[in-house]
């Protein structure tokens, strides 16, 4: 008997419902993101990333001493063997650090305290040390590849400002930091999406957290999911070096039938309520940095693509000025998305293997029909 339930599978696994869950909510209709319930908007106004990332791995907000107790544990934390420092200056210098950060993650699981142990408390302890690292390590490879000097982590400093420490050499203003800080904590999580879920399967052959993180950043990697951020920001430079006017520029890429990065979601039909935070954040930052070109741009991108295609703009559209007026390189958006999602990968490698079971779906055979005989080659 065949132990295919239900045969008629909507490509791209569209509106499946693939595994239970307690850590993100999503209503795509009324443009609802919370994590644990708590709405997203309630996150950005009042929560840092630390305590987000308490809230993603234990369940629950923490009283003020978990949370000083977690960010003491993160800030520890940062340190990289330098065996991973080696293998970063060991990478051609044209590697992409999304490439550069996906092998290196892998290779940080020689090196880890906890490698053999798959238990709850030790994914809890790999979890935190792999937020702290890959931070470091997207920050450090940036820096070699430009041949500039390592900068040491500062202990003192939250999780957003060392980051850009020790990316730009400078403690960053208040305002960079909070804008960060803000960024990090809208990209943490977001259910079922497709790195989350290489993640889970992964993890569910009761593999380990580095390998089901390393699938999950090559994951992400692709345009189509976090690979979108910088993509959107090519498009823009281009227009600007280029002098274009971005209502055409967009236009005649609709009409190639291309499609504009940043735009359209899988899940959400209104506004992704992340895209409200960061279209903000990027008027705001372009304004006080005197770059306002780029929320300008945007927003004419913006309402020309909505008006023409009915699509909203996504995370990745308003993250790609936001990051750039940073000072962020475009291709180290998509490391930052990692430097933030790592904490929903991890919350959700640790619910998978809480409660685990394999993850092993079927596919609905298409192919010559069976028994389809084997022809000797002398008679082909
Ligand atoms: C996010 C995304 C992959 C969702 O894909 P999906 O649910 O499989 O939807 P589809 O790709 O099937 O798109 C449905 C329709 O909308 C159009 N569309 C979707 N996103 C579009 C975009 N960004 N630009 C132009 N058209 C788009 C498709 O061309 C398709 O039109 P058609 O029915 O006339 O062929 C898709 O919107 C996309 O590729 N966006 C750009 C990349 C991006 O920003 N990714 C980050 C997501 S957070």
């Known amino acids: 008997m065949s132990s295919i339930t239900n045969p008629v599978v909507p490509k791209g696994l569209e509106g499946i419902v693939a595994t239970n869950s307690s850590i993100c909510y999503i209503d795509g209709e009324q443009g609802v993101l919370a994590y644990r319930g708590i709405d997203i908007h309630e996150l950005a106004d009042h929560s840092n990333f630390e305590e987000t990332c308490y809230l993603l791995w234990f369940g629950r907000l923490p009283s003020r001493a978990e949370l000083t107790d977690l960010q003491r544990r993160l800030a520890e934390e940062r340190y990289i063997d330098p065996a991973i420092l080696q293998l970063l200056r060991n990478a051609p210098r044209t590697a992409l650090p999304m490439d550069v950060l996906r092998t290196a993650v892998s290779a940080l699981g020689f090196y880890d305290a906890d490698e053999r142990k798959n238990d709850h408390d030790a994914n809890i302890r790999k979890a935190i040390r792999l937020t702290s690292q890959i931070a470091m390590i997207v920050a450090a490879y940036d820096r070699i590849r430009k041949g500039k000097p390592l900068v040491e982590a500062d202990r003192s400093l939250h999780h957003a400002a060392n980051f850009l420490l020790q990316l730009n050499g400078s403690k960053p203003s208040a305002t ?3 804008a960060l800080d803000v960024a990090l904590i809208l990209h943490a999580d977001h259910e079922l999406n497709a790195s989350t879920f290489a993640a889970r ?4 052959t009761l593999s380990d957290m580095h390998s089901a993180i390393t699938s999950a950043i090559g994951a992400l990697k692709g345009p189509l999911h976090g690979g979108a951020n910088e ?15 971005p209502v055409e520029f967009v236009g005649n890429m609709l009409a190639q039938k291309k499609k504009v990065p940043g735009f359209g979601h899988r899940v959400y039909h209104t506004e992704d309520p992340r895209a409200t935070h960061l279209r903000i954040m990027s008027r705001e930052l372009g304004q006080s940095s005197g770059q306002p070109q780029w929320y300008e ?5 913006e309402k020309f693509v909505r008006a023409e295609k009915k699509l909203n703009a996504n995370v990745d559209f308003y993250s790609a000025s936001t990051y750039h007026v940073l000072g962020i390189d475009e291709d180290l958006f998509t490391p930052v998305f990692a430097v933030s999602r790592i904490s929903g990968w ?3 490698v640790i619910e998978q293997l809480d409660d685990n079971r394999l993850i092993r779906p079927r596919a609905e055979y298409m192919g010559p ?3 389809n005989p084997y022809v000797p080659i002398e008679k082909r």
């Open 369 to 371: 029909g069976y028994p």
């Open 201 to 204: 399967v992964t993890a569910a």
């Open 176 to 178: 960079a930091e909070k």
């Open 346 to 348: 991890a919350a959700h």
């Open 231 to 245: 993509a959107a920001f090519r498009i823009m430079d281009q227009i600007e070096r280029e002098k274009a006017d």
């Open 297 to 301: 741009m945007s927003d004419k991108i």
